[in-house]
């Protein structure tokens, strides 16, 4: 069992900056890909980036490549999602999200662990 919760959000100008945090409490964090999804208002919840068990791979949204930066430190059981040059169409709840497994997955059905999310909002 792994428990999130995610910080870091809030409203910020269009081309600032944000660093989300998820941190996890449960066993073996290291053994968990995790995944960032955002929900805009009136959309579906879409894939953001994502991270292997132990960092070695990510994977990118194409709306997000370039811009964000997904990294973990599984010594404080903690993923990080560093947004840069955020644009108002990044404005969303903003969720980690945990699979047991060591490759990445852009496919939320697979992720069987959710934070309660964090707001993040980009004015123009």
């Known amino acids: 069992q792994v428990q999130l919760v995610e910080s870091g959000g809030g409203l910020v100008q269009a081309g600032g900056s944000l660093r989300l945090s998820c941190a996890a409490s449960g066993r073996a964090f290291s053994s968990y890909t995790v995944g960032w999804f955002r929900q805009a208002p009136g959309k579906e919840r879409e894939f953001a980036a994502a991270i292997s068990w132990v960092g070695k791979s990510t994977d990118y949204a194409d709306s997000v490549k370039g811009r964000f930066t997904i990294s973990r430190d599984n010594a404080k059981n903690t993923v990080f999602l560093q947004m840069d040059s955020l644009k108002p169409e990044d404005t969303a709840v903003y969720y980690c999200?945990?699979?047991?497994?060591?490759?990445?997955?852009?496919?939320?059905?697979?992720?069987?662990?959710w934070g309660q999310g964090t707001q993040v909002t980009v004015s123009s």
């Open positions: 999200a945990a699979v047991f497994r060591g490759g990445v997955s852009t496919t939320q059905r697979e992720y069987a662990y």
